[in-house]
């Protein structure tokens, strides 16, 4: 036997469009020669994300990832074809290295 509960409240419905970045990691591949470019792999893992009307996260399921084999020749390439996008990443990325340097290492460090 079963009924229904005219009183209760329907779930409220979760629109998942945050995306919450879980982790960042840039690995070396190889140590370069003095004539070689760096080979940088760039990983990222993400989770969607909804916020309710209270203003709670609710994180749905499993985190995603990604990897971008040898992402410096791939700013090269696509910086070739007038694509600056991943250049600018690059050159993010080597400010804040500065700047962590010296901030927490007091290495007066400047960008190459």
Not at 1 to 8: H, N, Q, R
Not at 59 to 70: K, L
Not at 93 to 98: R, S, Y
Not at 99 to 110: P, R, V
Request: net charge negative.
């Amino acid at each position: 036997m079963a009924v229904k509960d005219l009183s209760a409240v329907p779930p409220e419905v979760l629109t998942y469009d945050g995306i919450f970045l879980n982790d960042l990691s840039i690995t070396q591949q190889k140590m370069p020669l003095d004539s070689d470019d760096p080979v940088y792999n760039v990983t990222l893992a993400y989770k969607r994300y909804a916020v309710d009307s209270s203003g709670q996260r609710h994180y749905e399921g499993a985190s995603s990832t990604i990897t971008i084999p040898d992402f410096y020749n791939l700013a090269q390439t696509k910086a070739i074809a007038l694509d600056t996008s991943l250049v600018d990443v690059l050159a993010a990325i080597q400010t804040a290295f500065v700047t962590i340097l010296k901030d927490n290492e007091g290495i007066n460090a400047t960008e190459v």
